[in-house]
């Protein structure tokens, strides 16, 4: 079991750090103050079950209160934030604790039975941010969630400060345990559902608290990117395993994809070509580098593990220009990471939204930024054997190019992917995945 660890260390400038960052934000858009609100649970419709609450990112960017509904911060320049802690008087479900020490004393707190005890902080020009009913019922409109200011601090949000760097390096530290369990899971023959509950009880978080849904996907079940499903029955005959999974530590994420053959064969052999590929583009990642470039360059690389491993005929970058390879390649690179698994900002160059186009023909690039220090991202290449692309490919395009022999024997191991989670510096890259399972 994965030991529970508080990171704190250098909680203090974090703080300071975000205050100057939305300070500079709310002068630049002409706002006094900001009312950051936590969010309210939301019942499910004609029943009185309410879905697992997730706080509003703008809030946890400050503090950890991922428990905390109705809370709300107030954020003024010059002064000390103000946090109005919601601790209801409750006995149907279990209320939070008192504000942790380690965080408590770099904000004022007024602790409020009243989820509406926010309403005293409405101001002429204060901005509100945030999704709870209460928020649209209070304040105006226009002070919504305006576009601007929320640009400028997505961009902020995406240079991490050590504090949060410490928190996703934890989570990294967390899933790479959870990944090793479901590993030994995976190789005692355990169905995909079994697989998962092992990788929770490892680190033990519960659904609720991951970062995203795990995929956990044996055979053919890897070829769909997002599989959602964890199939209670093991296969009679278990080929591959690729799990996406990650954990979090006061809300900061780690995401990560690793892929096993069962056995020897062509299949284990393109995990390794594709292991090697993916560790020299982490290496690439530098301050200055335009991520589309990286994509566009992985695109000639899986194209050349295609041609050499007989699933393709042509040459690799014939394969590109005619869009082949987005055929065993069909999502982008990776993404920002950091309080939300596809963090803010991938895609955005000022406060005024002006998108950085994709490169065409790559609609789902998540991220075409030029890297800076401080960005956490994944780099997370993928080859699938999908059918319906490869069926949509032998009906329109030149079919001759694809090894079908070589398709058929593969498709049912699904597909590879390997991803970490890597730190931009100004010098080499930190490799937070890699650096947590050698850790173990």
Known sequence: MAERKIVSQGYKSHVAEVQRRWEGALAAEGYAAALIHAGSKQASFLDDYEYPFRCNPQLLWWLPLTRQHDSALLVRPGRQPKLFYYQPDDYWYLPPQDPADWWAGEFEIEQVRDADAWHQAIGADTAYIGDAPGLRAAVAADKLNPQRLVNRVHIERTRKTPYEIACMAEAARLGAIGHRAAEQAFQEGLSEYAIHQRYCMAIQLVDAELPYGNIIALNEHGSVLHYQAHEQDAPQNIRSFLI???????????????TYAAGAGQFAELIAA???????LCEAVVAGLDYRDLHLHTHHQIAGILRDSGIINGSAEGAVESGLSAVFYPHGLGHFLGLQTHDVAGLIAAADGTLIPRPEGHPYLRLTRTLEAGNVLTIEPGLYFIEPLLRQWREHNDAAVINWDTVEQLAPYGGIRIEDNMVVTDGVPRNLTREAFASL
């Open 244 to 258: 996406d999974a990650g954990a979090t530590v006061h809300a900061y994420a780690s995401d990560i994809t690793r």
């Open 274 to 280: 594709m292991e090697a590929m993916q560790k020299q």
